[in-house]
C-alpha cells in the first residue's frame, strides 16, 4: 500500500475542496495527473483563478503595514516561522504545514484584547455563504485545524468578499469595495466534522486505487474529465446527455440501477416530458422534430428591418471603469447585422479600443444611429442584451427612452430551440448558438477565427487595453474581435435563413 506520509505529496485547501467535491478525481489528481489535466484549462477557468489572486492582493489594502510571506507552497513555511518570531501586527500567505496538511492562510491579523489571531479568507465573490457545510466554512475550519496544531491560537474567522452593491468612481475605495464577514460560529460549529474529513481523506488518498465512482448518477455536466475511464461502459452520447437529467432523479437512478445507458435501451420513454421528451424522440428517429407552425407563428411576428445584434462584455473582480461594479458586465463591443424586407444585409460594428473616461457614451450614440427602433432587435439569450442596454440607460438617461423601446421589442431567437419547436438530438438538449449553428448551419465555423469563443474575446480585450501591449498586437486583436463578434450576428441570420426555409 502507498502510505500518503511516506510520499512527498501534501494535502492542501485546495485539495480539501476538491475532496468534497469528489474523492475519486482528487485521488486521480494526486496518483494519475495525466488522466486528471487531459483538459487544459479554458480562458474562463483561468479568469477565475486570476481574479481570485487580484481580490486576495486588493484585499490586503485592508490591513495596511502587513508582512506579505513572498514564498509559496512548503518553501513559506520555513519564512512564516521566521516573520511570526519578529510579531507582526498582520501577515498575508502565512505557510503552515501540520503532519501532511498544508495552507497558506490570505490573512492572519493579531487581536491584542483576545489574545488570538484573526484569520480571514479573501473569496472573489459577490456573497459569503454560512450553510454548514458549505466550502466558504468550511476551507475556513481546515486553516484553522492546522494553522492551530502549529501552535497559534485562531480567536475570530472570517471571510473578506466583494460588496456587490459597490460602484466604482475615480480610485478603489477598498474599504468599501470589500465586506468582512464573520462566521467564527459556524467555524467552530463545522470544525470537529472537518477533523473527521481530513482523517478520512489522508486515509483514501493513501489508498494504492482510486475507489467508487458517482458519477453514473449525475448528468453530463458534473462529471469530471476522467469518466470515460472509469466508465468505458457508458456510450458518447448517453442517458446522461438527457437535458437536465440529473433533476429527474427517480428516473434516471433507476436506467443507472438497471444498466440502461444508451438511450436505445430506454424503456419507458412514456415517462420524459417537456425538452428530455423531444431530445429522446429526435434521437430515435434519427432525424430534427420541427414544429413548422410554432416556428411560423414566432418568425411572423417579427418587424422589418431585422437587427440582429450581439454585444461583448468585460467584467472583473476588482472594477476597472467608473460606473461599474464587481463582476459587472462593461459593453465593450457590439455586432449588428441589418436585415431589409427585400433580403438586403447591411453590417455595423463598434469596438471600443481605449476605455477611458466615459467610453459608454459614444458606444450607445452609435448604437442609436445604426439602430431602427421601429423594427425587431434579435439576440440569443436576449437577457444578456436586454441587462447591459439597461445598464446603458441606468448610466445615460437621456437614452432611456430608446432603450426601452428597443428592449421591449427585442426578440430571442433562442427561443425556437429552448422552447423545442427545433430539436436536434446533436443539440443534446442544449439551446447555445455554439451547439445549434455546426448543427443548422454547418459551413459557418469559428474554427478559422483568431477569437472563437465568448471567454477568449474577453481575455484578448483585456490585453488589447492594456498600455504593455505593442500597436501591432492592438491592431490584430481589434481585428480578431471584431470578426468574432461579426460571426455572432451573422450566425443568427444564417439560422434565421435556415429556419425560413423550413416554414
Ligand atoms: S466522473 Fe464524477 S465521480 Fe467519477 S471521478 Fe469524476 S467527478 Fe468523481
Same mark, same amino acid.
Given at each position: 500500500?502507498?502510505?500518503?506520509?511516506?510520499?512527498?505529496?501534501?494535502?492542501?485547501?485546495?485539495?480539501?475542496?476538491?475532496?468534497?467535491?469528489?474523492?475519486?478525481?482528487?485521488?486521480?489528481?494526486?496518483?494519475?495527473?495525466?488522466?486528471?489535466?487531459?483538459?487544459?484549462?479554458?480562458? #474562463?477557468? /483561468?479568469?477565475? +483563478? !486570476?481574479? =481570485?489572486? @487580484?481580490?486576495?492582493?486588493? *484585499?490586503?489594502?485592508?490591513?495596511?503595514?502587513? &508582512?506579505?510571506?513572498?514564498?509559496?507552497?512548503?518553501?513559506?513555511?520555513?519564512?512564516?516561522?521566521?516573520?511570526?518570531?519578529?510579531?507582526?501586527?498582520?501577515?498575508?500567505?502565512?505557510?503552515?504545514?501540520?503532519?501532511?496538511?498544508?495552507?497558506?492562510?490570505?490573512?492572519?491579523?493579531?487581536?491584542?484584547?483576545?489574545?488570538?489571531?484573526?484569520?480571514?479568507?479573501?473569496?472573489?465573490?459577490?456573497?459569503?455563504?454560512?450553510?454548514?457545510?458549505?466550502?466558504?466554512?468550511?476551507?475556513?475550519? #481546515?486553516? /484553522?485545524?492546522? +494553522? !492551530?496544531? =502549529?501552535? @497559534?491560537?485562531?480567536?475570530? *474567522?472570517?471571510?473578506?468578499?466583494?460588496?456587490? &452593491?459597490?460602484?466604482?468612481?475615480?480610485?478603489?475605495?477598498?474599504?468599501?469595495?470589500?465586506?468582512?464577514?464573520?462566521?467564527?460560529?459556524?467555524?467552530?460549529?463545522?470544525?470537529?466534522?472537518?477533523?473527521?474529513?481530513?482523517?478520512?481523506?489522508?486515509?483514501?488518498?493513501?489508498?494504492?486505487?482510486?475507489?467508487?465512482?458517482?458519477?453514473?448518477?449525475?448528468?453530463?455536466?458534473?462529471?469530471?474529465?476522467?469518466?470515460?475511464?472509469?466508465?468505458?461502459?457508458?456510450?458518447?452520447?448517453?442517458?446522461?446527455?438527457?437535458?437536465? +437529467?440529473?433533476?429527474?432523479?427517480?428516473?434516471?437512478?433507476?436506467?443507472?440501477?438497471?444498466?440502461?445507458?444508451?438511450?436505445?435501451?430506454?424503456?419507458?420513454?412514456?415517462?420524459?416530458?417537456?425538452?428530455?421528451?423531444?431530445?429522446?424522440?429526435?434521437?430515435?428517429?434519427?432525424?430534427?422534430?420541427?414544429?413548422?407552425?410554432?416556428?411560423?407563428?414566432?418568425?411572423?411576428?417579427?418587424?422589418?428591418?431585422?437587427?440582429?445584434?450581439?454585444?461583448?462584455?468585460?467584467?472583473?473582480?476588482?472594477?476597472?471603469?467608473?460606473?461599474?461594479?464587481?463582476?459587472?458586465?462593461?459593453?465593450?463591443?457590439?455586432?449588428?447585422?441589418?436585415?431589409?424586407?427585400?433580403?438586403?444585409?447591411?453590417?455595423?460594428?463598434?469596438?471600443?479600443?481605449?476605455?477611458?473616461?466615459?467610453?459608454?457614451?459614444?458606444?450607445?450614440?452609435?448604437?442609436?444611429?445604426?439602430?431602427?427602433?421601429?423594427?425587431?432587435?434579435?439576440?440569443?439569450?436576449?437577457?444578456?442584451?436586454?441587462?447591459?442596454?439597461?445598464?446603458?440607460?441606468?448610466?445615460?438617461?437621456?437614452?432611456?427612452?430608446?432603450?426601452?423601446?428597443?428592449?421591449?421589442?427585442?426578440?430571442?431567437?433562442?427561443?425556437?430551440?429552448?422552447?423545442?419547436?427545433?430539436?436536434?438530438?446533436?443539440?443534446?438538449?442544449?439551446?447555445?448558438?455554439?451547439?445549434?449553428?455546426?448543427?443548422?448551419?454547418?459551413?459557418?465555423?469559428?474554427?478559422?477565427?483568431?477569437?472563437?469563443?465568448?471567454?477568449?474575446?474577453?481575455?484578448?480585450?483585456?490585453?488589447?487595453?492594456?498600455?504593455?501591449?505593442?500597436?501591432?498586437?492592438?491592431?490584430?486583436?481589434?481585428?480578431?474581435?471584431?470578426?468574432?463578434?461579426?460571426?455572432?450576428?451573422?450566425?443568427?441570420?444564417?439560422?434565421?435563413?435556415?429556419?425560413?426555409?423550413?416554414?
Amino acid at each position: 500500500m502507498q502510505l500518503l506520509h511516506k510520499t512527498d505529496m501534501h494535502i492542501t485547501k485546495t485539495d480539501y475542496l476538491e475532496y468534497t467535491f469528489c474523492r475519486k478525481n482528487l485521488w486521480f489528481m494526486k496518483h494519475k495527473p495525466e488522466l486528471f489535466n487531459d483538459k487544459e484549462l479554458s480562458e #474562463f477557468e /483561468k479568469k477565475i +483563478i !486570476e481574479e =481570485g489572486n @487580484l481580490a486576495d492582493e486588493a *484585499a490586503r489594502n485592508l490591513f495596511p503595514g502587513g &508582512e506579505l510571506i513572498e514564498l509559496v507552497g512548503m518553501r513559506g513555511v520555513g519564512q512564516t516561522k521566521n516573520v511570526l518570531a519578529m510579531k507582526p501586527k498582520t501577515l498575508f500567505q502565512g505557510a503552515f504545514l501540520s503532519d501532511v496538511f498544508f495552507v497558506q492562510a490570505d490573512v492572519l491579523h493579531w487581536n491584542e484584547p483576545l489574545n488570538g489571531w484573526e484569520l480571514y479568507e479573501v473569496k472573489a465573490t459577490n456573497d459569503v455563504k454560512r450553510e454548514i457545510p458549505h466550502h466558504h466554512v468550511n476551507d475556513l475550519a #481546515f486553516q /484553522k485545524l492546522v +494553522i !492551530e496544531s =502549529g501552535g @497559534l491560537k485562531i480567536v475570530k *474567522a472570517g471571510v473578506i468578499h466583494l460588496n456587490s &452593491e459597490y460602484r466604482q468612481k475615480g480610485e478603489v475605495d477598498y474599504d468599501e469595495l470589500f465586506i468582512v464577514a464573520d462566521l467564527t460560529d459556524e467555524v467552530l460549529a463545522s470544525e470537529d466534522a472537518v477533523r473527521e474529513e481530513m482523517d478520512e481523506m489522508k486515509a483514501y488518498l493513501s489508498g494504492a486505487e482510486e475507489r467508487g465512482c458517482d458519477c453514473l448518477y449525475r448528468g453530463r455536466n458534473a462529471q469530471c474529465t476522467t469518466f470515460t475511464h472509469s466508465h468505458p461502459e457508458v456510450p458518447e452520447y448517453s442517458v446522461h446527455d438527457i437535458n437536465r +437529467i440529473g433533476g429527474s432523479k427517480k428516473l434516471f437512478y433507476d436506467w443507472i440501477d438497471r444498466g440502461i445507458y444508451a438511450l436505445e435501451d430506454i424503456d419507458n420513454p412514456e415517462k420524459l416530458k417537456g425538452a428530455k421528451k423531444a431530445q429522446h424522440q429526435a434521437y430515435m428517429a434519427g432525424k430534427p422534430l420541427i414544429d413548422h407552425e410554432g416556428i411560423t407563428e414566432l418568425l411572423g411576428e417579427l418587424v422589418f428591418p431585422l437587427q440582429f445584434f450581439d454585444y461583448e462584455g468585460y467584467s472583473s473582480a476588482i472594477p476597472r471603469f467608473d460606473g461599474f461594479g464587481a463582476y459587472e458586465q462593461v459593453p465593450f463591443q457590439y455586432s449588428l447585422h441589418t436585415m431589409r424586407e427585400d433580403g438586403e444585409i447591411e453590417h455595423r460594428e463598434y469596438l471600443v479600443t481605449d476605455p477611458v473616461g466615459d467610453f459608454t457614451r459614444p458606444l450607445l450614440e452609435r448604437m442609436r444611429e445604426d439602430m431602427d427602433p421601429n423594427g425587431t432587435v434579435i439576440s440569443w439569450y436576449s437577457t444578456y442584451e436586454k441587462q447591459r442596454n439597461a445598464k446603458l440607460a441606468e448610466l445615460h438617461p437621456e437614452h432611456a427612452e430608446f432603450i426601452e423601446t428597443i428592449n421591449e421589442g427585442m426578440f430571442d431567437l433562442m427561443t425556437i430551440f429552448s422552447k423545442n419547436y427545433y430539436v436536434d438530438a446533436a443539440f443534446k438538449g442544449s439551446a447555445s448558438i455554439k451547439r445549434v449553428l455546426p448543427v443548422v448551419v454547418p459551413h459557418l465555423t469559428y474554427k478559422a477565427l483568431g477569437i472563437q469563443k465568448g471567454d477568449q474575446a474577453i481575455e484578448r480585450w483585456e490585453k488589447m487595453i492594456s498600455p504593455e501591449t505593442s500597436q501591432k498586437e492592438k491592431d490584430q486583436i481589434a481585428s480578431d474581435l471584431l470578426e468574432y463578434c461579426k460571426l455572432d450576428t451573422f450566425a443568427m441570420v444564417a439560422i434565421y435563413q435556415f429556419l425560413l426555409k423550413l416554414i
